[in-house]
């Protein structure tokens, strides 16, 4: 399998925006404090699909955590459009945060935002591309409009790992 990994900080919420439509806008803003030293490091391996359907597996600091892989098919799902290769690969996913899980945090917001760096990263391989310079997903076309907690996330230190 190969693999690439991003960090990405997570943030919290001042104001919090209430409710999404279309592709994951926001139905009012918000605004929230940017944590650069509680990140998010997830690593996306991928290999050629075996078999009629997509495999993923979700591991969470080692721990393998089925529950998590609904949000994830939900999020390729919604961007396979942009992204077809999604649909040929089978993925295992590990994520790690330097920051407790459930702690008020908005770790699936840098959880997600890694992985949306690393899909990047991916596309750009297959596009010829030997690396990517993203100051922020807002330059990755899924930044902008799939997860917008993404974005809250990547104000601050987003790095390939």
């Given at each position: 399998?190969k693999?690439?990994?991003?960090?990405?900080?997570?943030?919290?919420?001042?104001?919090?925006?209430?409710g999404?439509?279309?592709?994951?806008?926001?139905?009012?803003?918000s605004?929230?404090?940017?944590l650069?030293?509680?990140?998010?490091?997830?690593?996306?391996?991928?290999?050629?699909?075996?078999?009629?359907?997509?495999q993923?597996?979700?591991?969470?600091?080692?721990?393998e955590?089925?529950?998590?892989?609904?949000k994830?098919?939900?999020?390729?799902k919604?961007?396979?459009?942009?992204?077809?290769?999604?649909?040929?690969y089978?993925?295992?996913?590990?994520?790690h945060?330097?920051?407790?899980?459930?702690?008020?945090i908005?770790?699936s917001?840098?959880?997600?935002?890694?992985?949306?760096?690393?899909?990047?990263?991916?596309e750009?391989?297959?596009?010829?591309?030997?690396?990517?310079d993203?100051?922020?997903?807002?330059?990755c076309?899924?930044?902008?409009?799939?997860?917008?907690?993404?974005?809250?996330?990547?104000?601050?230190?987003?790095?390939?790992?």
């Open positions: 399998m693999s690439v990994s991003w960090s990405c900080p997570s943030n919290i919420a001042i104001v919090k925006y209430w999404k439509y279309g592709r994951q806008l926001p139905r009012n803003t605004i929230s404090f940017t650069n030293n509680a990140l998010s490091t997830t690593k996306l391996a991928y290999r050629p699909k075996e078999g009629q359907l997509g993923i597996k979700f591991f969470l600091d080692g721990v955590k089925p529950g998590f892989i609904p994830i098919e939900k999020f390729f919604g961007i396979t459009a942009d992204m077809p290769f999604i649909a040929d089978d993925f295992e996913i590990e994520s945060n330097t920051f407790p899980h459930s702690s008020g908005a770790s917001a840098s959880g997600m935002g890694a992985l949306a760096m690393c899909l990047c990263d991916i750009s391989g297959f596009m010829g591309g030997t690396d990517i993203i100051q922020g997903p807002q330059n076309k899924i930044g902008q409009w799939q997860c917008l907690s993404i974005c809250f996330s990547s104000n601050g230190t987003v790095g390939k790992t």
